[in-house]
C-alpha cells in the first residue's frame, strides 16, 4: 500500500510539534513494520538545522495555488492508495476541495485527520492576577486586559465564534472520505462547529505513547512527595496560575509540608509565574526550566493539568506511562481516553480550584489509594503502545481502500 501524508509542514525527527512528532511515529511504524510506502506533501520547509525524516519515498511541495496536475502527477507516478491529510493552517485548507476531486479521480481516498479540541480557537483565558501583572509590568496589558474581558463574557459571543469557525471545520470535512479525532468525545463538538449533523464519516483514532519504557513496581516504591506540572508556560492555554492558587492553600496545611511543587518547563509566562510565587510567599515551589521531563515523571506522585483545552495532550500520557495519578480539570473530552477518576487519577470540574485542591489533598493523605492509582496508571496507559494504535489506522486504510 502506498501512503501520502500531508502536513503544513516538512518532517523532521528533530522537530517538535504534535502533528510532526506522531507522523515521525507512525511513518517510522508503518515502513519498518508493515511495509508500506509512505510519501510526503508539505506547504513550507523546515529550517537548515533539522534534517527531513529519510524513510518517506518521495516529497511534493503544495502550496495554496493549488497545482492540480502537478499534484495528480504525483499520485498517480507513486500509485498511491490514501491521502491522509493532517491539520492544515486555515490559508491552506482552501486546496481541499480541488485535492480531494483530484485523489478521486486518480483512484486514492482522503481522510482528514485533525489534531485538536474542536474550538481550541474560542478556547482563551484571561485572569485578574495575569491582567494586573501585566499593567504593573508593562507587559502586555491592553491584550491581557482584553483576555480578561473575553473570558468573562464568554457565553455571550461563543456563538458568534462559532459562525465564524463553520467553513474551517465544515470544508475538510465535506471534502474527506473520513474524518478523524483524536477521540470519541470530539464527534459531538466537531459537528457543532461544523454546522454539521451526521456523524457518518466520523472516526476516532488517538496518539500514541512517545516512551518505550514503563514505570516498575520500584520506581513507584521510590516515588518522592512531589507533585509536578509538565507545561510549555503560556497562562492563555495552560492556566498555571490555577495551579499556584490550589497549592497556596496546600502550604498552609502543616501536615503536607514535606511536599513540594515543581514547575517542569519554559514560555513567555514564566516572570508572571515567578511573581506569583513571590507574591504569595510559596516556599515550595520549584522552577526546573526546560528539561527531559522522564526523570520527573518517575519521582513525581501527583500530576496536575489545568489547561483551557488539549487534543490528547502528550505529558498526560507520558505521566500515567510512569505510573503518576493525575488531578485535571475536565476542560476537554480526550481526558476521559487516558483518565479513569478514581482509577488512575482524579477529574474535577473545570474551573473549580476547591475541588481540585481537595483532589491533590486527599491523594497526598493517603499514601495506599496514592500507590495504587501508580499502578493502575501504568497497566492503563498500555492501550496506547504504538503497535496498537497503528493497528487502528491500518484497519481505517483497509476500509477506505476495499
Not at 501524508?5 to 513494520?33: D, H, K, W
Not at 478523524?180 to 461544523?194: D, G, H, I
Not at 477518576?341 to 474551573?351: F, K, S, T, W
Request: net charge positive.
Amino acid at each position: 500500500m502506498n501512503l501520502l501524508t500531508i502536513n503544513s509542514f516538512n518532517c523532521s525527527a528533530q522537530a517538535s510539534g504534535g502533528v510532526n512528532q506522531t507522523t515521525v511515529a507512525l511513518t517510522t511504524y508503518f515502513t519498518q513494520q508493515c511495509g508500506i510506502n509512505c510519501y510526503l506533501g508539505f506547504f513550507e520547509d523546515i529550517p537548515k538545522k533539522f534534517e527531513p525524516l529519510p524513510l518517506f519515498k518521495g516529497r511534493i511541495m503544495l502550496n495554496r495555488h493549488f497545482d492540480k496536475e502537478a499534484f495528480a502527477k504525483f499520485l498517480t507516478t507513486n500509485h498511491i492508495d490514501v491521502v491522509q491529510v493532517n491539520f492544515l493552517k486555515k490559508q491552506n485548507l482552501v486546496v481541499m476541495p480541488q485535492l480531494y476531486e483530484t485523489a478521486h479521480q486518480c483512484g486514492a481516498k482522503v481522510i482528514y485527520a485533525f489534531h485538536m479540541c474542536p474550538g481550541f480557537q474560542l478556547h482563551t483565558y484571561g485572569s485578574y492576577e495575569r491582567t494586573k501583572y501585566g499593567w504593573l509590568h508593562h507587559d502586555n496589558a491592553l491584550a491581557e486586559t482584553k483576555k480578561w474581558f473575553l473570558t468573562v463574557t464568554q457565553k455571550l459571543w461563543m456563538p458568534i465564534g462559532r459562525r465564524i469557525l463553520q467553513s474551517k471545520y465544515r470544508i475538510p470535512y465535506e471534502h474527506c472520505d473520513k474524518a478523524v479525532v483524536l477521540s470519541k468525545y470530539y464527534f459531538e463538538p466537531y459537528l457543532y462547529y461544523a454546522g454539521v449533523k451526521s456523524n457518518d464519516k466520523m472516526t476516532a483514532i488517538c496518539n500514541a505513547l512517545r516512551f518505550d519504557q514503563f514505570a516498575t513496581d520500584k520506581d513507584i516504591a521510590t516515588k518522592e512527595k512531589t507533585v509536578i506540572v509538565v507545561a510549555r508556560f503560556d497562562e492563555d492555554t495552560k492556566r498555571l496560575s490555577l495551579v499556584l492558587r490550589a497549592w497556596r492553600e496546600i502550604e498552609q496545611d502543616t501536615c503536607l509540608k514535606e511536599w513540594k511543587l515543581q514547575l517542569v518547563g519554559d514560555g513567555r509566562d514564566m516572570p508572571f509565574y515567578r511573581y506569583l510565587v513571590d507574591t504569595w510567599h510559596l516556599q515550595r515551589v520549584e522552577f526546573t526550566g526546560q528539561q527531559n521531563p522522564l526523570e520527573y515523571y518517575r519521582k513525581a506522585s501527583l500530576f496536575l493539568m489545568t489547561s483551557t483545552a488539549e487534543g490528547w495532550p502528550m505529558v498526560l500520557m507520558e505521566a500515567v506511562q510512569m505510573g503518576v495519578p493525575v488531578v485535571a480539570m475536565d476542560s476537554f473530552g480526550s481526558l476521559h481516553d487516558i483518565v479513569t477518576d478514581g482509577l488512575n487519577g482524579r477529574i474535577v470540574p473545570n474551573n473549580d480550584i476547591a475541588a481540585f485542591r481537595k483532589a491533590m489533598e486527599e491523594l497526598m493523605y493517603d499514601e495506599l489509594s496514592r500507590n495504587q492509582m501508580s499502578r493502575n496508571a501504568v497497566e492503563s496507559s498500555k492501550r496506547f503502545t504504538i503497535d496498537r494504535i497503528a493497528d487502528a489506522w491500518l484497519q481505517l486504510f483497509r476500509k477506505l481502500k476495499y
